[in-house]
C-alpha cells in the first residue's frame, strides 16, 4: 500500500500534532487506517474524498478507480485533481480527526475499504481476475475499523460482507484461470471459517433492526454461504433483500445485481424488463452487457444475445473475463448448430 507523497504534505506539523499522531497510532492502531480518516476531510465532497484516498493512499490507478466508481477514466481523474485543487486553494489542515470528527467519518472510511475490496476481487485490469492482497488488505482494515467502531452496524456489515465474499475465492477459478460461477463452484473449496465468522456479525448487526447497504448485501452473500447446493439457493429471500438495497441505495448496478434474483424468481423476461432501461448508464460496464447476453440467450434471441456478448468482450478487463464470455458465444453457436442440424433431419 502507498503513504501520502511529498506534495500531498502541505501543512506543518507541530510538535503537539506529534504527541497527538502517537496517541492516534494507539487509537487506529494502523497507519494506512489513520490515512484514510485524515484523507476523509468534510470540507471536500464525499466522492472527491474517497478517489482521492484510493489515488494516494491505497496507490490504485485512476483506471481502476473509474472502474470502483463505474465512471470514465477522465471523470475519475477530474476527481482527484479537484481535490487536490480544492486542498491547495483553502490550505486545508489535513489531520487525524478528534473522536467526534472520527465518528462523522466512518462511512466514507468504510466506502473506502468496499472499493478497496472490489478492486481485489475483480481486477480492473492485468493478467490477474484476483488481486488476493488487495481483498486481504481490506478485510485487514475493515476489522480494525470494526475494532475502533464496535458498535457499528454497518461495519460489522460490510466486514461480514468482505469475509462471506472472500471466503469463495478458492473456487471462483478453476485450474485453468477460467471463472466459474457461483452456482457452478465447488462449495467444499469455500473457507468455513470465514463463512463462520461473517454470519456471526451479519447476524448480529440485523439484530439492531437498522439494516444500512452493507448490512443487505451482507444478508445476500449469506444467503448463499447458507445454501449447501446452488439448488438450494433461497433467490425469492435474495430478491427481497436486493429489493431493499434498491430502495435504501438506487443503482443501476444494483438493479442489474437484483435482475440475477428476478430471473431465478420470475423468469428472464422479467429480468430483461429490468435492466433494458439501463442502457445509456450501463453502456460501458461489462457485466451488463453479459447480463444481457445471457438473458437473451435463454429467451432464445441468439442474434441479440451474440451482440451483447461481443459488447461485453470488447469491454472485458482481464483475459479470463474476456474468455468467459468466448464460452457463452461458443454455447450460442453450438445450439444453433444443433438447432440447424435438428431442422435438416426434420425436413429430410
Same mark, same amino acid.
Given at each position: 500500500m502507498a503513504t501520502l507523497p511529498d506534495d500531498f504534505a502541505a501543512t506543518a506539523v507541530s510538535t503537539d500534532a506529534v504527541?497527538?499522531?502517537? !496517541?492516534?497510532?494507539?487509537?487506529?492502531?494502523?497507519? *494506512?487506517?489513520?490515512?484514510? %480518516?485524515?484523507?476523509?476531510?468534510?470540507?471536500?465532497?464525499?466522492?472527491?474524498? *474517497?478517489?482521492? #484516498? !484510493?489515488?494516494?493512499?491505497? &496507490? !490504485?490507478?485512476?483506471?481502476? *478507480?473509474?472502474?470502483? %466508481?463505474?465512471i470514465s477514466e477522465s471523470a475519475a481523474e477530474q476527481r482527484i485533481t479537484r481535490a487536490k485543487r480544492r486542498i491547495a486553494d483553502a490550505g486545508l489542515p489535513f489531520h487525524t480527526p478528534e473522536p467526534g470528527e472520527r465518528a462523522?467519518?466512518?462511512?466514507?472510511?468504510?466506502?473506502?475499504?468496499? !472499493?478497496? %475490496?472490489? @478492486?481485489?476481487?475483480? #481486477?480492473? &485490469? &492485468?493478467?490477474?481476475?484476483?488481486?488476493l492482497p488487495l481483498c486481504d488488505e481490506a478485510i485487514r482494515l475493515s476489522r480494525l475499523l470494526l475494532g475502533l467502531s464496535p458498535e457499528d452496524c454497518e461495519v460489522m456489515g460490510l466486514t461480514a460482507l468482505l469475509l462471506l465474499q472472500h471466503a469463495r475465492a478458492a473456487a471462483r477459478l478453476d485450474a485453468d484461470q477460467a471463472i466459474v460461477l457461483l452456482e457452478d463452484q465447488d462449495r467444499q473449496l469455500w473457507d468455513r471459517k470465514f463463512i463462520a465468522e461473517g454470519l456471526v456479525l451479519v447476524d448480529k448487526a440485523l439484530r439492531h433492526q437498522r439494516a444500512g447497504p452493507f448490512q443487505l448485501q451482507a444478508a445476500i452473500a449469506a444467503a448463499h454461504a447458507r445454501a449447501a447446493h446452488a439448488s438450494e439457493t433461497d433467490w425469492k429471500q435474495i430478491e427481497h433483500l436486493y429489493?431493499?438495497? @434498491?430502495?435504501l441505495q438506487p443503482s443501476p448496478v444494483v438493479t442489474l445485481n437484483r435482475s440475477v434474483a428476478v430471473a431465478k424468481v420470475h423468469g428472464p423476461a422479467a429480468a430483461l424488463a429490468l435492466i433494458e432501461p439501463l442502457g445509456d448508464r450501463l453502456a460501458r460496464y461489462f457485466h451488463f452487457h453479459g447480463v444481457k447476453g445471457a438473458l437473451l440467450a435463454q429467451l432464445g434471441r441468439q442474434d441479440e444475445a451474440r451482440a451483447a456478448f461481443n459488447q461485453a468482450i470488447a469491454l472485458a478487463h482481464t483475459p479470463a473475463e474476456a474468455a468467459h464470455i468466448?464460452?457463452?458465444?461458443?454455447?450460442?453457436?453450438? &445450439?444453433?448448430?444443433? #438447432?440447424t442440424e435438428d431442422e435438416g433431419c426434420r425436413r429430410k
Open positions: 504527541s497527538a499522531e502517537r !496517541l492516534d497510532n494507539a487509537v487506529y492502531r494502523d497507519d *494506512i487506517l489513520r490515512l484514510l %480518516f485524515t484523507c476523509c476531510h468534510p470540507d471536500l465532497p464525499a466522492e472527491q474524498q *474517497i478517489a482521492l #484516498a !484510493l489515488r494516494i493512499v491505497s &496507490g !490504485l490507478s485512476v483506471v481502476e *478507480i473509474a472502474r470502483a %466508481f463505474v462523522e467519518r466512518v462511512p466514507a472510511v468504510a466506502a473506502m475499504i468496499y !472499493l478497496l %475490496f472490489n @478492486e481485489g476481487y475483480s #481486477a480492473s &485490469g &492485468g493478467t490477474l481476475h484476483m488481486r429489493t431493499l438495497l @434498491e430502495t468466448r464460452l457463452q458465444l461458443d454455447h450460442l453457436l453450438d &445450439g444453433l448448430r444443433t #438447432a
